[in-house]
Each structure stands twice: as structure tokens, then as C-alpha cells.
């Protein structure tokens, strides 16, 4: 009994977690492609898309999302690199994700 209890809190608490995170995690809009394309020219709102959707799958799974402004955009390359190979996320599938949090955290 009380190990179900325990259970039940447990995916509650990650239940709340995901979706306070999800709804803190900006939306792809029109302004961040014009920004990345900026960038870069190849950017598009499909590819920042799947950034963000690989951002919030799967850094989810191990721990708490920071948020995009959480660090410089200058850093999010070297994290994204560092927790990518933890992942498994090939190179494509980190420049998605990198992309998207260094226009993410533009206000």
C-alpha cells in the first residue's frame, strides 16, 4: 500500500514537472526563424521545431529543463554538445537544439 502511494506521488510530481516546463519553454514564433536565419540562413520553423521538440523529450528525461535564457548563447553549443553525446543525439539533432535555445532566450 504504501509503496503505491509512494508511486503515485512520484509520477504526479513528474507529471507537474513536465508540463510546467513544457508551458515554459517558448513556442516557435515567426520572430525567432527571422533571428536564426540571421545566423543562419538555413534556419527554418520546421528545424527549430524539432529543436525544441528534442529539447523537451528528451533533456526532460534526466533532469529539470533549465530554461533558454537560463544561460548565454554563447553557451548553449558546448552544453548542448556535452549532454547531445549523453543522449545520443546526433550532430543535425544538436545544432536543432542548440539553434532553438540561443534564439529561445532573445527576448
Known amino acids: 500500500m504504501r509503496r503505491d502511494v509512494v508511486a ?19 513556442r516557435v514564433s515567426s520572430g525567432m526563424v527571422a533571428s536564426a536565419r540571421e545566423r543562419w540562413p538555413d534556419a527554418s520553423e520546421a528545424s527549430l521545431g524539432r529543436g525544441r521538440d528534442l529539447y523537451t523529450r528528451r533533456c526532460n528525461t534526466c533532469h529539470a529543463l533549465p530554461l533558454p535564457g537560463e544561460h548565454p548563447a554563447e553557451e548553449w553549443p558546448a552544453i548542448v554538445r556535452s549532454m547531445g553525446k549523453r543522449s545520443k543525439l546526433d550532430s543535425a539533432a544538436q545544432d536543432d537544439v542548440a539553434r532553438f535555445l540561443m534564439v529561445a532566450r532573445q527576448p
Request: proline share 5%; glycine share 16%; charged share 0%.
Open 8 to 26: 503515485a506521488a512520484a509520477i504526479a510530481l513528474i507529471v507537474v514537472q513536465m508540463a510546467g516546463c513544457g508551458g515554459a519553454v517558448p
